[in-house]
């Protein structure tokens, strides 16, 4: 039997929350697979287990608040009962301290030589470690690393943010004003997390990401006649399935790969979130619709998929809904663009030097000037208006289109 | 060269094979108690945590080995290697690192304040740069009372950085003191890559500006280490004055147990494990002499979890510090049973 727990990973005591789990109880695990996901004051963190088995009970709830060092599940081998379910902590045990609250480590003593790693990330080798952190924020800490290793570039020195939630969050915001009433719901415990958590990702790219942005007006009559002929094969088919579709289709030159993910912007009663919609290109447009509403359905559930915690090329934020005609977004932090789109709507445009009315949309790259200059934004949007003015391409019912960087930018 | 007598294959002047075997056992046995004690921290077993020396272990052992028992240590915040290559019982240790009254200071000081004056570890301390002035302050004491004992203190490369460091590197180098300086440069400063805050061309080379020798030292060479300590602490013991060596570490774990690293990539730590590791170089080195078999080697890593294993069950097992005693040493006027005069 092996413990999972929650790591100690600080030097002071820090609230801890599991905020999704990947497996269930009695579900078969393999040695080094991702078991959940928790969350602490500094980082989002994978807990995975270093041996094979079949879960026990989960002691622990998502959003509950924990000490480190509290176990969460076992991972039990074979003919092992699961006692588990007996010693399901009260919320009152769970938060002492957490000397009073683990309990004698035995798992980590005699039985595993040598093998428990405290370094989350760099470390030793992989599976030596109960968690590490999870693969945005691995990617994103070895790109920070990189860039300190470079001294000849300081200005690509990305600097390390103050320890602990540097900025304090807006105490206008309602969710809020909830925070110091201690009568707080779980739900609205949660949604106090998932605003700080907002405020936390944007001040952080607001502070580092020297932001600017490039707009271009997109001709998109073929696109919305697209859609609604669509509608009469799959009802449930959307602009922005076909916006996501084009989007994927013009990174694909720039990334140099057809598996593209995308971020999609959702609005949720608890803020806006940013689930990821998986290798967008080479989806045909029944599974880009199926994936697309999963990705919307998690994001209103609170529910975290192994899929959000990758990091997209880009996020598509369409605010065309509620009648927006263009507006700018930030970057969302471990990203370097983010796509925002207005509506789609009749206006006044110049043919052949004389006045007509098309349907248009405004399009504006939201771009972090280390990774992208204007001259790359503009093609980039240029690709887009291209396979806009494509809709064949945008709704593959069969095996992926090819050939797509032979088109003109 | 084929021999059995590591003496004689010279391999480490004026050291004996039994002896060799021995500094592998403290490197196994530091390097076994660090990995332990890390699990432990990240089971929240360690109140305050700890900052583990994986890979730092050559350092410690070298520079032990290289003094007499009644030669004086003073260590850093990252200390359980100096702690234990001066000898102090593993099972002490531990308990202190739980806060239990058995600990090696009655549990009060936990992981960063381990002390034992009989054993010549003179604390460790969470100050950064002070157990160089604490060593300086039983360098001066040497001197004027003519003991020919030789006091090391330990700082970081961090600590480099610090003002004090270098008030106590002057003080050393006018009075010409016992005291060998010892920066252990494993190239990060809790977070910050010391490179990228330390000017000049290495921390050695500022200390040559107060007129004392300094080099830089391959610290995950243990031969290394005690050549350069042995040569520092002949010259001190000879009335020569100070030394200042700067050790070339590294340091596997995060600042801290369990601290969730950013700022390094892991390719670069597999590269120092996996090249540099000072318990495998010396391992093989060992071997390879035939100084040892690999039976030796067996032996040492049982005999070290045995060692930890019994270290853990004293700690676990130990009773917590009587909560009636808890005023006493905060004071020098402290009574025994709490009240304060």
């Known amino acids: 039997m092996q413990e999972l727990f929650i790591p100690v990973t600080g030097m002071a005591p820090d609230d801890v929350s599991v905020s999704a789990w990947f497996k269930q109880p009695g579900d078969a695990i393999a040695a080094g697979e991702v078991v959940a996901v928790i969350e602490t004051s500094k980082a989002q963190l994978e807990i995975t287990s270093e041996s094979a088995g079949v879960l026990g009970a989960h002691l622990v709830q998502v959003d509950q608040e924990v000490s480190p060092g509290t176990v969460i599940a076992r991972v039990l081998g074979k003919d092992e009962a699961d006692e588990s379910a007996e010693d399901v902590p009260s919320p009152s045990a769970v938060t002492g301290p957490p000397v009073e609250t683990s309990e004698r480590a035995q798992g980590g003593i005699g039985g595993i030589p040598v093998l428990v790693d405290g370094a989350v990330g760099p470390g030793s080798a992989a599976g030596d470690r109960p968690h590490q952190l999870s693969p945005r924020q691995r990617r994103l800490a070895a790109e920070q690393a990189q860039a300190r290793a470079e001294p000849e570039h300081p200005a690509l020195d990305v600097p390390e943010p103050p320890v602990g939630n540097p900025v304090p969050p807006p105490p206008a915001h309602p969710a809020l004003a909830a925070a110091g009433s201690t009568e707080a719901s779980p739900s609205d415990r949660a949604a106090i997390r998932h605003r700080q958590a907002i405020s936390a990702a944007v001040s952080r790219s607001w502070q580092e990401i020297p932001h600017f942005t490039v707009t271009r007006e997109l001709r998109v009559d073929g696109l919305v006649a697209a859609v609604a002929d669509l509608r009469s094969v799959l009802s449930t088919v959307t602009l922005t399935d076909l916006l996501l579709r084009a989007v994927a289709l013009s990174f694909i030159e720039r990334e140099g790969r057809s598996d593209v993910d995308l971020g999609l912007a959702v609005a949720t009663e608890r803020g806006v979130s940013i689930p990821v919609v998986r290798n967008v290109a080479q989806l045909d447009l029944v599974q880009l619709v199926r994936a697309r509403r999963a990705a919307v359905e998690r994001a209103k559930d609170g529910r975290l998929h192994e899929d959000d915690t990758r990091s997209p090329v880009t996020t598509l934020s369409n605010l065309g809904a509620v009648g927006v005609d263009q507006f700018t977004g930030v970057v969302p932090y471990g990203q370097t663009c983010l796509v925002t789109v207005g509506r789609a709507a009749p206006r006044p445009v110049v043919e052949n030097g004389r006045l007509a009315v098309a349907t248009t949309m405004q399009a504006t790259l939201n771009l972090d000037h280390r990774s992208w200059d204007g001259l790359h934004a503009g093609m980039l949007l240029a690709r887009i208006a291209g396979v806009i003015a494509r809709p064949a391409l945008l709704a593959p019912l069969g095996p992926p289109v090819t050939g797509v960087t032979e088109m003109e930018a | ?341």
């Open chain 2, 1 to 341: 060269m084929p021999t059995t007598n590591g003496l004689d294959a010279g391999l480490v002047p004026g050291a004996t094979d039994a002896e060799l075997y021995d500094w592998l056992a403290d490197m196994v046995l530091i390097r076994v108690f660090e990995e332990t004690a890390d699990g432990l921290a990240l089971r929240g077993r360690i109140p305050g945590g700890m900052h583990p020396a994986i890979g730092q272990e050559a350092v410690a052992v070298g520079i032990a080995r290289a003094l007499r028992a009644d030669d004086v240590v003073a260590g850093t915040h990252r200390s359980h290697h100096h702690a234990l290559a001066k000898q102090l019982p593993p099972a002490a240790v531990l308990a202190e690192l739980y806060g239990k009254a058995t600990g090696t200071n009655g549990g009060r000081g936990g992981s960063m304040h381990l002390a034992d004056f009989d054993l010549g570890l003179w604390g460790t301390n969470g100050i950064v740069g002070a157990g160089l002035g604490i060593a300086l302050g039983a360098a001066l004491g040497a001197s004027v009372r003519c003991t020919d004992q030789v006091a090391v203190g330990l700082f970081g490369d961090g600590g480099a950085n610090t003002g004090r460091v270098w008030e106590f590197v002057n003080l050393a180098a006018i009075w010409r003191l016992p005291l060998i300086v010892a920066c252990e440069n494993n190239l990060y400063a809790v977070e910050t890559a010391s490179k990228s805050v330390t000017g000049g061309n290495s921390i050695a080379e500022r200390a040559a500006a107060f007129g004392m020798p300094a080099q830089q030292v391959d610290g995950q060479d243990i031969v290394e280490v005690h050549r350069a300590v042995r040569a520092a602490a002949d010259r001190a013991r000879a009335g020569d004055g100070p030394t200042f060596l700067e050790f070339l570490t590294y340091r596997y774990k995060g600042h801290n147990s369990g601290e969730v690293i950013r700022y390094r990539t892991e390719d670069e730590v597999t590269q120092w494990r996996t090249s540099r590791d000072p318990v495998e170089r010396f391992s093989a080195l060992l071997t390879n002499s035939g100084v040892l078999t690999p039976e030796d080697l067996t032996r040492i890593a049982d005999d070290a979890r045995a060692v930890v294993d019994a270290a853990v069950a004293f700690a676990e097992e130990s009773p917590w510090p009587d909560p009636s005693t808890a005023a006493e040493n905060v004071s020098a006027w402290s009574n025994r049973d709490g009240s304060v005069r």
